[in-house]
């Protein structure tokens, strides 16, 4: 009888190693194996024109966080990177918390509509998340430039007489990023509010809540999974962005994203570029890590 | 014939593991209407998979007409199921989910086609052979269903609570259009249910399960007459439990005391305890008369007394302690009602009280 | 007292930002292919109505062969990835826990996880290394990358759609003498289709719109539309970028809206 069984498991086991080896040759080939390679390399020194010389060195992780000075060789932070860091998490925050003030009411919103209703409002929220990122960027760059949209209306009202400057600032990628990536905030938040019973918030009504108190007594602490979803979801591409920061941001507003771009590129610091892309990606782990322990903490006390 | 020996299911392992079966062995005839019954989680759907080839039992042996159930899979097994949720292939027709088994065992077009009809007319569905599976009521679902299963003409239907979806009154339509359909074919049936009623109603023999293990096994009215022990006495139907001193015994019948002290006879099993113990005994409610405290086995005073239409439940306080139910079936001309604070005697015939195992 | 009796629903505000959140979500979008249309050569002010830049955009070569090369990737990165998707799914979907299972996840939802930077830059190094070794300069190192970042999205609504699927039915399936095989053939597959094909065309949306990975990965003249774009950009800004994105973004949105109403299709 063991025998019979143990023949059956032995099948489903290769028959499932079978199943999945395309998707698993597919992945390790084009995106674990490569980042093995980045670690290797973000041990190595740089060549003159690129790429990397096989010699072992601490070097770009060391510079990552500080620099010998040129002249002096004394050894000091490196401003620079450590301001491009700053900005990265620092705008990462911003547009988390502003994707939230706009998305909370919205998925509410759309929570409270007829069920039938509901789906074509999401629809209306995913179709500008599935659109091409470059071209939702694109369209705000279009908005704000000095010659945009939003400007030559101002002077044509005669309300302003030369534009403002608004693109290649902090406030331009905190923009595009809050229009790129708000659909992440509001997707976890209406899957959670969706499932919110409103009983509770006629029982709170019932029990003498004013609208404020039933806001932040009960609805925000049964939703709380969602925000906290949604806040990582948004939090984490927003650290990595590319495109967003270097088609609103113009080479002087840099994000992580960009830093990394430009080992590889004009710098010709292999090494720097692939300690600086371990550390974005150490953040982004943590962060990660962090939603899933809030999301399983919150998984045991509603057992 | 299918003969289950030794059968045991263990679920997962060490502590974490879970006794679904232990150690049940049945021998179901052929041309049986042969019901598994007990609560959920008793077993009987672990053993009815078993059967069916979706669950390795983890030791005992399966036949079937002396073959060897166990090392073919599914598909090869000539027994076919009706599934608790129905299972109808919901992107094919009526007529393609019963012709779905003969399909797959190769057989010809124009047989398909025959046997699809013969199905459609036998479930009384003709008219609905090309419609969706989900455009047919719940009780159309069913018949499909059992079309579908018996198509290929298996040795053994399995039914796993099949009647359970349907709403009152269709399913006792369906108890009667099970029993014909299980006559007309003359397939063996191993029905699953919970319910006692359809156990009575349809079965040929009973199998009551509780924990995994076979409780007691018989024909209907013996299942219900003579449950054997307390958890048969308590599942199927009402019943009075009334402890008792055993006297003797001698063969099925025995002698025993009361506590109101009165003696009488009472049916026991034959092997079962030993004279001189404290044993309990069983009585069905209509099998117990009311009458006043003269020469009555248990005297009392009436409590609730409950009209329910067809008869009237009395609730008597006994003198000795506990209580008895007495159940009377109404008559139009009756005279006199009973009321709560009267004394009154509760009676049943000698043999009519059943001493339990336990 | 307001007569409309009280709404528990209602949040002061609340209908207001919603509002104001899907005018901004559109109003850009609206803007930048109303200016599609512009007769003038600005991108702000409105100078009549014109097919103008459609056409040039069509007439450029670059713009073309961009196309072209978009469509190709698009297409094979898509069949490949829900290929192998479909059938990670079948293994990973309804089974025991097994060894290997969170690695098996792990790497399925990786380029989920990792930011898209550095997969890039990881792809840029080790293909670097094989474009040395074997002097092949093509589209496939492209089409792979595109595939393996496609088959989570792929994954996801075939995974779904046969963790919705009732057990029963294959079973059944079993119970009426079908093989395993003919079990998928004849059960499985007729109802993961929806699943499937809207797998697919998320790969392809998602593939169609890269624009970092292929901007790394890419060798010199192989520029998608996406990559072709964000080079323009550096240059005076013309409609004629407005209409390739008009373009792109009716082809996203007439898939993205199949998908949506594929994956409600439930029997």
Known sequence: ?303 | MIEIEGVRKVFGEGRDSFTALGDVSITIDSNEFFTLLGPSGCGKTTLLRVIAGFTDPTEGRVTLEGRDLLTLPPYTRPVNTVFQSYALFPHMTVAENIGFGLKMLGKPRREITTTVEEMLELVRMTEMADRKTSQISGGQQQRVALARALAPRPKVLLLDEPLSALDFKLRKDMRLELKRLQAETGITFVFVTHDQDEALTMSDRIAVMNHGEIRQIGGPRDIYDHPAERFVADFIGDTNLLPAELLSTEGESARIRLPSGVETQARAATGGQKAGGDVTIAVRPEHARLNGTEGALLPGTLGNVVYFGTDTHYHVDLDSGGSFVVRQQNQPDQQHHRQTGERVGVSFAPGIGQVLKD | MSSRGFDVRRQTGFTTLALLCFVVLYLPIILLVVYSFNAGSSIAIWEGFSWRWYVSAWENERVQAATVRSVVIATAASLISTFAAVLAALATTRTKPWRGQTAAFALINQPLMVPEIVTAVSLLIFFAIIKVQTGYTGLGYLIIAHSAFCIPFAYMPVRARLQGMDLSLEQAGADLYATPLQVFRHITLPQLWPGILAGAMLAFVISLDDVVITEFVKSAGQDTLPTYMLGQLRRVITPEINAISTALLAISVILVTAFFFLSRTRE
């Not at chain 1, 959670?192 to 509770?200: G, P």
């Not at chain 1, 990394?260 to 371990?278: M, V």
């Open chain 1, 1 to 303: 009888m063991t025998t019979l069984a143990e023949t059956r498991a032995r099948a489903t086991r290769k028959a499932r190693a079978l199943l999945l080896a395309p998707a698993m040759a597919i992945l390790v080939f084009a995106a674990s194996g490569p980042l093995i390679i980045v670690v290797i390399y973000s041990f190595l020194t740089p060549g003159d024109y690129g790429g990397v010389e096989w010699e072992f060195s601490l070097k770009a992780w060391f510079n990552v966080v500080a620099e010998r000075d040129f002249f002096t060789d004394e050894l000091r932070f490196a401003d620079a990177h450590l301001s491009v860091f700053w900005r990265s998490i620092k705008l990462s925050i911003l547009t988390a918390i502003l994707a939230f003030i706009f998305g909370f009411p919205t998925a509410y919103f759309i929570a409270t509509r007829p069920k039938k209703q509901r789906d074509i409002w999401m629809l209306l929220i995913m179709i500008p998340f599935w659109t091409n990122l470059l071209i939702r960027t694109f369209a705000i760059m279009e908005l704000i430039r000095n010659q945009g949209t939003v400007n030559t209306a101002l002077i044509g009202m005669g309300l302003i007489d030369e534009p403002i400057q608004m693109l290649f600032t902090e406030f331009s990628l905190l923009l595009g990023m809050t229009y790129v990536y708000l659909p992440l905030m509001i997707l976890p938040i209406y899957a959670s509010m969706e499932r919110l019973d409103f009983s509770l918030v006629e029982a709170g009504y019932d029990l003498y809540a004013s609208r404020l108190k039933v806001l932040t007594k009960i609805i925000f602490p049964l939703v709380k999974p969602g925000v906290v979803a949604g806040s990582i979801l948004v939090f984490v591409p927003c650290l990595g962005a590319y495109v967003t920061p270097r088609v609103l941001g113009g080479g002087k507003q840099l994000m992580l994203g960009n830093l990394i771009e430009l080992q590889f590129g004009q710098l010709r610091n292999w090494p720097l570029g692939a300690a600086l892309s371990l550390s974005l990606l150490a953040i982004v782990m943590v962060a990660l890590l962090f939603y899933v322990r809030a999301v399983s903490r919150e998984g045991e006390s509603n057992v």
